[in-house]
């Protein structure tokens, strides 16, 4: 069983960057494709990205493409997520999560995750 802890939330003005770190352990991530999902208050969890186990193939969440990247270190066992040109919209609870299947984008199909960590984005 994997176990994931995010960090590298918090307050940044709009057009800013954070990057998120997803630290896993108990098993090596590369038998797990990764995602990054977000909630909202008042919104269901949605996608952000996804990476599948090998880090070559990535799909990204309209509201994101362009601005966050994210990506892979299996031999670390981290998943990051680089957010660039945050907007107040960006402002969610972000969660790492992983699932042994393929890198789907609805997270009922995510077995593990993490405790999320805040993102807010002020105008």
């Known amino acids: 069983q994997v176990q994931l802890v995010e960090s590298g939330g918090g307050l940044v003005q709009a057009g800013g960057s954070l990057r998120l770190s997803c630290a896993a352990s108990?098993?090596?991530?590369?038998?797990?494709?990764m995602g990054w999902f977000r909630q909202a208050p008042g919104k269901e969890r949605e996608v952000v990205a996804t990476?599948?186990?090998?880090?070559?193939?990535?799909f990204y969440s309209n509201s994101v493409k362009g601005r966050f990247t994210i990506s892979r270190d299996n031999a670390m066992n981290m998943v990051y997520l680089q957010m660039n040109g945050l907007k107040p919209e960006d402002t969610a609870v972000y969660y790492c999560?992983?699932?042994?299947?393929?890198?789907?984008?609805?997270?009922?199909?995510?077995?593990?995750w993490g405790q999320g960590t805040q993102v807010t984005v002020s105008s």
């Open positions: 999560a992983a699932n042994q299947g393929l890198p789907v984008v609805t997270p009922r199909s995510y077995d593990h």
């Open positions: 990476i599948n186990r090998s880090g070559r193939d990535t």
């Open positions: 108990g098993r090596t991530i590369s038998d797990y494709a």
